[in-house]
């Protein structure tokens, strides 16, 4: 047999039908459901009088509209109120398993999938909501999909999807202190711009992939949709396999050491052919912030903001001029003078134990600046308790930052946790598209710790300064 | 799902790359639990002041492309999220064509399930259009699926382009995908039983 790449033999286990010139039919073995992408998908089935085909293989959680408030506290938005019930009414009356906003197992769609043990090595893994891609740092093909797919899947359990191209994405050498896998990723979008990756299914490699833990992972493999790519994956190796250990969905005991067997032979083989390859050395990866209006728009914390002027490509200069325009910045100004109104730590990017950990270190003893007011809203239910538990909220508190409860929260606002216009923001989650974050509201995208050191210095920082 | 076959209908430009889902449909919109309905908040960042007035400098308020139907934009449009709330609030509008040298994938995917062409042409076409739409309000295009052409009134525009075979029968036959799959339930069974599953 010729050599495949991980990505290959995935997608080869998984086609169900295959006919020329059709979009194969591909199986999928978890599927993610939201209260934001599925109402209108369940109405679909209700209305052509079909089921779920496979209630085993689907969860529900809410996670996009729920307020990061008390729990006691109703949920005031009387529209988020109303797709919030939509979802309850919907799994139940079609049977699907839904961890909602008061159960000990709710958390945002993407951090619940790998630290519950659901999302596997091997698995193809699907749900309404672009941001699928994050659970590639298992080994499994994971994408998002509209609701008219969501109402394809719920009906087959499988997926009518043409077979996109491979990519290597290679991070060579070890990251200097202080450079997290949101910096890596902020660099490669950087490198390869916000379309680099159409079309393509990225693979991470490389010793600084290697170096990462789970959670660092998952932040890389989240962001690969920024660069347009349609997944993002890193082959399980004993980092991935420690971590499922023991998880409540994984397999256990025997099963799982016969499942780590399996996963073993997922790698890509030596001599497989990607159909790009790019390559970065983590020596030269320093903390990123973005200026812009796209992930793509970004400089390290030592850079400048661009000036237009010197961008040879018209649709580049325009955009520049335009994104500086909205972000109300100035060409040549240093990135480390961007002072700030916000800081949200959080989003499916970077709201897992290790994030809060990095942010609760850089704060620990210190005070949020008088100007910012710092917000961080973990993952999960289950995350806050175990940051809880080491004691990390006390940390983050006694800093002067607002520990919520788990949700979505300001990444995209659909809760009442949103920017003013005007408000300029250091954020760890991966969107900085004009209002992502409240109307007229400036998005800088940063990792936890480089958030964690803006709060309290008011502006942004070298976090290996401190 | 809807299907499209052939189209004539004014063609408004925005000259943009990376135009996101956010500026498509922002999130605060998402939380309808409807199919449609959703035109008035297409590009609302762009097309309201901010006490609800339109912006008059936003192309949908000028004069000769209010009930635009094709819309003619820079690279990577639909890039973000995978809402397809965003080819809704297009569909709904009115816009039933796109064209543009790339698309996102997701939201290239959503488009054929809702009866909208989002139309792959090569960059000095998308630029002839972009410019005669710009320099030309309420120009009408024809945007034929069917015989793979796109041409003006005057034929100074006549542009035959490329679309995967299978997409275009499942847009001009409005195509149900879930019927389609559902007829191979052996093969889905099968495939389960395999594997165990």
Same mark, same amino acid.
């Given at each position: 047999?010729?050599?495949?790449?991980?990505?290959?033999?995935?997608?080869?286990?998984?086609?169900?039908?295959?006919?020329?010139?059709?979009?194969?039919?591909?199986?999928?073995?978890?599927?993610?459901?939201?209260?934001?992408?599925?109402?209108?998908?369940?109405?679909?089935?209700?209305?052509?009088?079909?089921?779920?085909?496979?209630?085993?293989?689907?969860?529900?959680?809410?996670?996009?509209?729920?307020?990061?408030?008390?729990?006691?506290?109703?949920?005031?938005?009387?529209?988020?109120?109303?797709?919030?019930?939509?979802?309850?009414?919907?799994?139940?009356?079609?049977?699907?398993?839904?961890?909602?906003?008061?159960?000990?197992?709710?958390?945002?769609?993407?951090?619940?999938?790998?630290?519950?043990?659901?999302?596997?090595?091997?698995?193809?893994?699907?749900?309404?909501?672009?941001?699928?891609?994050?659970?590639?740092?298992?080994?499994?093909?994971? @994408?998002?999909?509209?609701?008219?797919?969501?109402?394809? &899947?719920?009906?087959?359990?499988?997926?009518?999807?043409?077979?996109?191209?491979?990519?290597?994405?290679?991070?060579? $050498?070890?990251?200097?202190?202080?450079?997290?896998?949101?910096?890596?990723?902020?660099?490669?979008?950087?490198?390869?711009? &916000?379309?680099? $990756?159409?079309?393509?299914?990225?693979?991470?490699?490389?010793?600084?992939?290697?170096?990462?833990?789970?959670?660092?992972?998952?932040?890389?493999?989240?962001?690969?949709?920024?660069?347009?790519? %349609?997944?993002?994956?890193?082959?399980?190796?004993?980092?991935?396999?420690?971590?499922?250990?023991?998880?409540?969905?994984?397999?256990?005991?025997?099963?799982?050491?016969? #499942?780590?067997?399996?996963?073993?032979?997922?790698?890509?083989?030596?001599?497989?052919?990607?159909?790009? &390859?790019?390559?970065?050395?983590? +020596?030269?990866?320093?903390?990123?912030?973005?200026?812009?209006?796209?992930?793509?728009?970004?400089?390290?914390?030592?850079?400048?903001?661009?000036?237009?002027?010197?961008?040879?490509?018209?649709?580049?200069?325009?955009?520049?001029?335009?994104?500086?325009?909205?972000?109300?910045?100035?060409?040549?100004?240093?990135?480390?003078?961007?002072?700030?109104? %916000?800081?949200?730590?959080?989003?499916?990017?970077?709201?897992?134990?290790?994030?809060?950990?990095?942010?609760?270190?850089?704060?620990?003893?210190?005070?949020?600046?008088?100007?910012?007011?710092?917000?961080?809203?973990?993952?999960?239910?289950?995350?806050?308790?175990? +940051?809880?538990?080491?004691? !990390?909220?006390?940390?983050?508190? /006694?800093?002067?930052?607002?520990?919520?409860? +788990?949700?979505?929260?300001?990444?995209?606002?659909?809760?009442?946790?949103?920017?003013?216009?005007?408000?300029?923001?250091?954020?760890?989650?991966?969107?900085?598209? /004009?209002?992502?974050?409240?109307?007229?509201?400036?998005?800088?995208?940063?990792?936890?710790?480089? #958030?964690?050191?803006?709060?309290?210095?008011?502006?942004? &920082?070298?976090?290996?300064? !401190? | 799902?809807? +299907?499209?076959?052939?189209?004539?209908?004014?063609?408004?430009?925005?000259?943009?790359?990376?135009?996101?889902?956010?500026?498509? @449909?922002?999130?605060?919109?998402?939380?309808?639990?409807?199919?449609?309905?959703?035109?008035?908040?297409?590009?609302?960042?762009?097309?309201?002041?901010?006490?609800?007035?339109?912006?008059?400098?936003?192309?949908?308020?000028?004069?000769?492309? %209010?009930?635009?139907?094709?819309?003619? #934009?820079?690279?990577?449009?639909?890039?973000?999220?995978?809402?397809?709330?965003?080819?809704? #609030?297009?569909?709904?509008?009115?816009?039933?064509?796109?064209?543009?040298?790339?698309?996102?994938?997701?939201?290239?995917?959503?488009?054929?399930?809702?009866?909208?062409?989002?139309?792959?042409?090569?960059?000095?076409?998308?630029?002839?259009?972009?410019?005669?739409?710009?320099?030309?309000?309420?120009?009408?295009?024809?945007?034929?699926?069917?015989?793979?052409?796109?041409?003006? /009134?005057?034929?100074?525009?006549?542009?035959?382009?490329?679309?995967?075979?299978?997409?275009?029968?499942?847009?001009?036959?409005?195509?149900?995908?879930? $019927?389609?799959?559902?007829?191979?339930?052996?093969?889905?069974?099968?495939?389960?039983?395999?594997?165990?599953?």
């Amino acid at each position: 047999m010729p050599p495949k790449t991980m990505f290959e033999k995935i997608w080869d286990d998984h086609v169900v039908a295959e006919e020329p010139g059709e979009p194969p039919i591909i199986y999928i073995d978890l599927h993610l459901v939201h209260e934001v992408t599925s109402p209108q998908a369940f109405d679909g089935l209700r209305d052509a009088g079909r089921k779920v085909r496979r209630l085993d293989l689907t969860i529900a959680t809410a996670d996009h509209n729920t307020p990061t408030w008390d729990l006691s506290l109703p949920v005031t938005d009387e529209i988020s109120k109303k797709q919030l019930d939509a979802l309850d009414r919907n799994c139940a009356e079609f049977g699907v398993t839904l961890y909602d906003r008061f159960s000990p197992l709710q958390g945002i769609v993407h951090v619940i999938g790998p630290d519950l043990g659901y999302t596997q090595p091997g698995k193809t893994v699907v749900c309404g909501d672009s941001h699928t891609s994050t659970h590639g740092a298992l080994g499994a093909f994971a @994408i998002g999909i509209g609701t008219s797919e969501v109402e394809h &899947v719920l009906a087959t359990q499988t997926l009518r999807s043409f077979k996109p191209d491979t990519m290597e994405i290679r991070v060579n $050498g070890q990251l200097p202190t202080g450079v997290t896998a949101k910096d890596i990723i902020l660099a490669i979008i950087g490198k390869i711009g &916000v379309y680099g $990756g159409v079309g393509h299914v990225i693979e991470y490699t490389g010793e600084a992939i290697r170096n990462l833990s789970m959670d660092g992972r998952m932040t890389v493999c989240n962001m690969s949709i920024e660069a347009g790519a %349609r997944a993002g994956m890193i082959a399980p190796d004993q980092t991935t396999f420690d971590y499922l250990k023991g998880r409540q969905f994984a397999p256990q005991g025997a099963d799982f050491d016969a #499942a780590v067997e399996r996963w073993k032979a997922l790698a890509t083989d030596s001599g497989a052919k990607y159909d790009k &390859v790019v390559e970065l050395n983590a +020596a030269d990866i320093e903390p990123h912030v973005t200026w812009g209006t796209t992930p793509g728009m970004v400089a390290p914390i030592s850079g400048k903001i661009p000036d237009p002027a010197d961008s040879e490509d018209e649709n580049a200069k325009d955009a520049i001029t335009r994104a500086l325009e909205y972000m109300d910045l100035k060409p040549g100004m240093a990135i480390q003078d961007i002072k700030l109104d %916000r800081v949200f730590i959080g989003a499916c990017t970077n709201s897992r134990l290790d994030d809060i950990r990095a942010a609760a270190e850089v704060v620990k003893g210190k005070k949020v600046h008088d100007d910012v007011y710092a917000m961080m809203v973990p993952g999960s239910a289950k995350i806050k308790k175990e +940051a809880e538990d080491e004691g !990390l909220d006390k940390i983050l508190i /006694e800093a002067g930052v607002d520990w919520r409860v +788990a949700g979505c929260s300001m990444c995209l606002g659909m809760n009442p946790d949103i920017l003013k216009p005007g408000e300029r923001c250091a954020s760890t989650s991966n969107r900085n598209f /004009e209002g992502r974050q409240g109307k007229g509201g400036r998005t800088h995208l940063v990792s936890p710790a480089m #958030a964690a050191a803006a709060a309290v210095a008011g502006h942004f &920082v070298d976090v290996r300064d !401190l | 799902m809807d +299907a499209f076959t052939k189209l004539t209908g004014v063609v408004a430009p925005i000259d943009r790359v990376n135009i996101d889902t956010d500026q498509i @449909i922002p999130a605060v919109y998402l939380k309808s639990i409807e199919r449609s309905g959703f035109q008035d908040a297409l590009f609302s960042s762009w097309r309201y002041n901010a006490d609800g007035t339109d912006n008059p400098d936003f192309v949908l308020n000028k004069e000769g492309y %209010r009930n635009a139907n094709v819309l003619v #934009a820079g690279p990577n449009f639909g890039c973000g999220s995978s809402r397809e709330h965003a080819p809704w #609030a297009l569909r709904d509008y009115g816009i039933k064509c796109i064209i543009s040298t790339s698309f996102a994938d997701i939201f290239y995917n959503n488009c054929f399930k809702n009866g909208v062409l989002p139309l792959v042409l090569p960059e000095e076409q998308v630029r002839e259009i972009m410019d005669k739409a710009e320099s030309d309000p309420g120009i009408e295009l024809t945007v034929d699926l069917v015989g793979q052409r796109v041409w003006d /009134e005057s034929e100074a525009i006549s542009i035959s382009f490329e679309i995967d075979a299978a997409r275009k029968d499942a847009l001009v036959n409005g195509l149900d995908d879930i $019927g389609l799959t559902l007829r191979m339930s052996t093969d889905i069974e099968d495939y389960e039983s395999k594997h165990g599953l």
